[in-house]
């Protein structure tokens, strides 16, 4: 066997060299590819575990202002049933001062409202000068101003148009008013006015102009007496009793409705329709106790069934579906029933940026009707 001459060891060692040269700057392109694609994925993990944790702090933060919004609504309603119970066997003449005085330590929450009055209206239409109640320091009313005799005709809220960035020209406006909202007693007239002089700039928006139409119209339901006659002929399963807190009921969720269309641009109502049965009081338990405890619900009574009208603020059709599957699941747990078995028909309205009353009549004449009348579920 010939043995390698020197050139060609020198050529070998060439060409070992040049191997471990390649070989090295390969395994360092690709050393330096792993550290670059672990650096890589070391700042998406992260990146990842940072914007977890942004998730889960806004879904931590959307549950509390959904309680405290909830909860605002809440405190917000106990307040005007209290102030509802406080003047009911008041004597008329005593209840007109008492409703604006008790109104006024509410508005008086509102850092936003700063200057604002109560004044009482004579039979003639015309304010008296001094104010029942006020908060701030109310300039003297002029009885001709232009936005107040507006509102005393028309019988509804009136407010000025303010440009977000210009001062309110009153002058060549021909009032000293932002908004008045007029208040009719149960005759049709209008008895009571709140006269708005000044509000924050940044909160004279709609919503809070709503808010306050809202709370005027409330203290128009404390001023009946006598809520009206229904005809029986209309309703044949509903006494003229029970029709008059139909009546009452509908004022109630209306002002509930407006309360949460503030804050919130949906809401649902659901009515529950509770077939007469030997069950049915353990139904209405249970119904009752499964609602949050921020939300509204009545009880009506039509011919031999009850039925429970719920208030669900910030659920839509689809969330809802997904309650009433868990609902009729737990149901059946404690019952052994459907709901069709316990003769429980549901029937709900999806409101979205609740303004008028009419949408409210209309979904009430449907639960008012005999059970036929209702879609089963």
């Known amino acids: 066997m010939e043995l390698p001459n020197e ?6 060692w060439a060409g070992g060299l040049l191997l471990t040269v390649a070989t090295g700057e390969l395994s360092g392109r690709w050393r330096n590819a792993y550290v670059a694609a672990k650096q890589e994925t070391d700042r998406l993990t992260n990146t990842a575990n940072h914007t977890a944790q942004q998730l889960h702090l806004l879904q931590v933060s959307h549950s509390q202002l959904e309680v405290e919004a909830l909860g605002a609504n809440q405190s917000l309603w106990k307040s005007l049933k209290l102030l509802e119970e406080s003047v009911t ?17 509410i508005l008086a929450t509102y850092d936003w409202l700063e200057v604002a009055a109560f004044y009482a209206v004579n039979d003639n239409g015309t304010p008296y000068p001094q104010p029942l109640a006020q908060v701030g320091t109310m300039q003297a009313l002029n009885v001709h101003d232009e936005l107040l005799q507006q509102a005393l005709k028309t019988q509804r809220p009136v ?5 977000s960035t210009l001062a309110v020209d009153y002058q060549s406006l021909g009032t000293s008013l932002l908004a008045v909202f007029p208040i009719t007693n149960p005759a049709g007239k209008t008895c009571l006015l709140l006269a708005v002089q000044q509000i924050q ?18 203290l128009a339901t404390c001023l009946e007496d006598n809520l009206g006659q229904y005809s029986a002929i209309t309703y044949p399963t509903i006494n003229a009793e029970n029709l008059t807190h139909w009546h009452r009921t509908e004022t109630e969720v209306h002002v509930a409705l407006c309360l ?11 009515g529950l329709d509770i077939e007469a049965s030997p069950l049915k009081d353990q139904y209405i ?3 009752t106790s499964n609602i949050r405890g921020s939300n509204h619900h009545w009880k009506l009574e039509r011919d031999n069934n009850t039925v ?3 208030l669900l603020p910030m659920l839509n059709g689809e969330s809802f579906c997904i309650l009433k599957y868990k609902l009729e699941n737990d149901f059946h747990s404690h019952f052994n029933k459907s709901f069709a078995q316990a003769g429980v028909v549901f ?5 979205y940026r609740y303004q008028h009353r009419q949408e409210l009549t209309g979904y009430l004449d449907t639960l008012r009707q005999p059970r036929y009348a209702l879609a089963v579920a």
């Open 7 to 12: 050139k060609s060891w020198l050529e070998l």
């Open 89 to 105: 066997n008041q004597d008329p003449h005593l209840r007109l001062p008492a409703l604006a005085k008790k109104m006024i330590e």
């Open 159 to 163: 407010s000025i148009k303010r440009d």
């Open 201 to 218: 700039f940044q909160a004279f928006e709609p919503s809070n102009l709503n808010l306050l139409a809202t709370l005027c119209s409330w």
């Open 260 to 270: 949460v269309a503030c804050h919130h641009k949906s809401t649902l109502l659901v």
């Open 285 to 287: 338990r249970y119904f």
């Open 308 to 310: 429970m009208i719920l």
């Open 347 to 351: 029937h709900h309205q999806y409101f």
